[in-house]
């Protein structure tokens, strides 16, 4: 299993985790307290240890077919990410209408949820990637 | 391109380079051993460049490592 796969596992099993804590708390203390819960993507900033073991070895972490299946992923998250983001928009507009006012700790479970799918859409992505090519 | 199309003799020079293993040969061609793993499969179509190091590791041209299939 080459590094980027490993990172991947790691990124989706938070992204899950995140998103299983949060719908767990928000059965216990509501909707928006429970947005704390995210906190938890922040653990995937510990995936670049994963890059270490390479470096010690000496040998190359990553060429120019990780970095391929990279973009790839890349693209294919973003695309989920705007069809959601413009999703969310039509139906702020249906719900508030036309002059009305977005809560902001809307806006913030929004962009969480956001980071949450481009996370795991990226890693499914990646995951994919790897088997086929 | 489809990957059908481009087929290779990794293996064979590997073989005939007294065994050469595929970790030696990614690292001689600075590149991981899971893509020397998918180029032997016929699932990756590598770069120009990468085509190029690996010929250079077996002292042989790019015509002789790859072959293409496809129909003109």
Redesign the interface.
Known sequence: M?VQQMVAWFNLSIAILSAAAYLLLWALIGPWRAMGAFGLLGFTGLSVFFYRKSKVAG????????ALINIRAFAAAKSVVWVTLIAAYIIALQVFGEHGAVPMRLMGLVIWFLFCAFLTVHSIATLIL?A?? | MP?SELSNEIRRLRFEHGEMTQQEL??RA???R??II?LEAG??V??L??AFRIARVFHVTVDDLFHWNGKR
């Open positions: 080459s040998r190359v972490a990553a060429d120019e077919r990780d790897y086929r090519q | 990957k990614a690292d600075k590149v991981t899971q893509t998918a699932r990756y590598p770069s460049l990468l």
